[in-house]
């Protein structure tokens, strides 16, 4: 059997770390395209360039909105650093700009640094890009970074609201990462590594997967405490190294049920609230586990953490006080195909009907959590 496992070539965080970006970038070129959203880039840029002329290396600088996850800003981006003649890459910003940014070095084909300025996905460090298309509508393409260097003082002056969506973003590595693993057992799985054919996790990547959780269970609302504080605390690098590294690492080899990025009531037409991705992954993770029979001793622990880091759990945190059975089916109708069910994994799928009961079911498990007494399975 056939085993992979993909990682960053360097890893770097904790407060303060920018004004050290240029002792790594040295070993990738000699001129960078550097790039982010106005906001992000005004935040980090000096110390970044700093570095890099205390390193003898050029930069090209591009910031604004055109530096966004949409194929033809990719392309004029592309164009711009080859006419500028880069050999490597930074990229700051959150989500979109770090989609950006791996799309970009791939068409360069030129080393990546990546510099998260929010923690509110796993974007920095996943190996894929969601690229929006006009054609196509979106595509995914493949490419991962060298480096990421995560500033955790930068992360919590962010908001600790980013922080709580990041883990959010990785909640699916609990229960989620042994359904992801019967799901691509031998015999199963075509595909266990996002662009690799038959290839399965190795042993490192099953286990830095699991240290995900653990290390969101373990640290993560201290460390929601400590950024809604502003203190970058050694907590806040922990919960970074779990949302960047580890299910960067973990989820490349593993693969993950997909359907906590859609299970979700954020697109709603009566959703009152405007939310981050990792805030409906959160609530999409407790569908999932429902769906896939977890005991309920799981399913109430992401209640309770997600309670305690302000993330979904009821109809009510998307501003909807009451929605009907029927009501609800009609929108998961637009989460299945045309065969009226959805495939999550690889080998089980679920019809609206279903979906629609497990967003019941969860909803009434959080809105009576407190009435229980951590019920047993």
């Not at 015999?187 to 286990?207: K, Q």
Request: proline share 5%; charged share 25%.
């Amino acid at each position: 059997m056939k085993r992979t496992i993909v990682s960053p070539w360097r890893f770097v965080v904790g407060p303060d770390i920018l004004p050290e970006i240029g002792l790594h970038a040295r070993w990738l070129g000699s001129k960078g395209l550097l790039m982010g959203g106005r906001r992000a880039l005004d935040a980090v840029k000096a110390p970044i360039l700093d570095s890099l002329r205390a390193s003898g290396l050029d930069c090209h600088v591009e910031h604004g909105a055109h530096v966004d996850k949409v194929r033809s800003r990719v392309g004029d981006l592309v164009r711009i650093a080859r006419e500028q003649g880069v050999d490597f890459a930074i990229a700051c910003g959150g989500g979109r700009v770090m989609d950006c940014g791996k799309a970009v070095a791939r068409e360069l084909d030129v080393p990546l640094i990546v510099v998260p300025t929010t923690a509110g996905t796993n974007a920095g460090g996943t190996i894929s890009s969601s690229i929006e298309e006009d054609d196509v509508g979106r595509r995914h393409w493949y490419r991962g970074p060298d480096v990421v260097m995560c500033d955790t003082r930068v992360i919590v002056d962010a908001g600790a609201r980013y922080l709580a969506s990041g883990m959010g973003d990785v909640l699916p590595f609990g229960a989620g990462l042994p359904i992801a693993r019967e799901m691509r057992r031998p015999g199963n799985a075509e595909t266990g590594a996002l662009g690799l054919r038959d290839a399965f996790p190795t042993v490192a990547a099953e286990a830095i997967g699991r240290l995900t959780y653990a290390l969101v269970m373990d640290s993560g609302k201290r460390a929601w405490d400590d950024a809604r504080l502003g203190i970058p605390s050694d907590e806040v690098g922990k919960v970074c190294e779990a949302i960047f590294y580890c299910s960067a690492v973990g989820g490349a080899a593993c693969g993950l049920v997909g359907g906590d990025h859609t299970l979700h009531l954020a697109n709603h037409p009566r959703c009152t609230r405007e939310l981050i991705h990792g805030e409906w992954v959160a609530f999409g993770t407790l569908v999932n586990l429902i769906l896939f029979g977890a005991p309920l001793r799981e399913i109430d622990e992401v209640i309770d953490f997600n309670h305690s880091v302000e993330l979904p759990t009821r109809f009510a945190d998307f501003g909807i006080d009451e929605i009907g059975r029927d009501e609800l089916i009609e929108h998961t109708q637009t989460m299945v195909g045309a065969d009226g069910t959805a495939p999550f994994g690889l080998n089980r799928s679920f019809t609206a009907r279903d979906i629609a009961d497990a967003m019941l079911e969860v909803d009434h498990l959080a809105r009576t959590r407190g009435a229980r007494t951590g019920g047993r399975p």
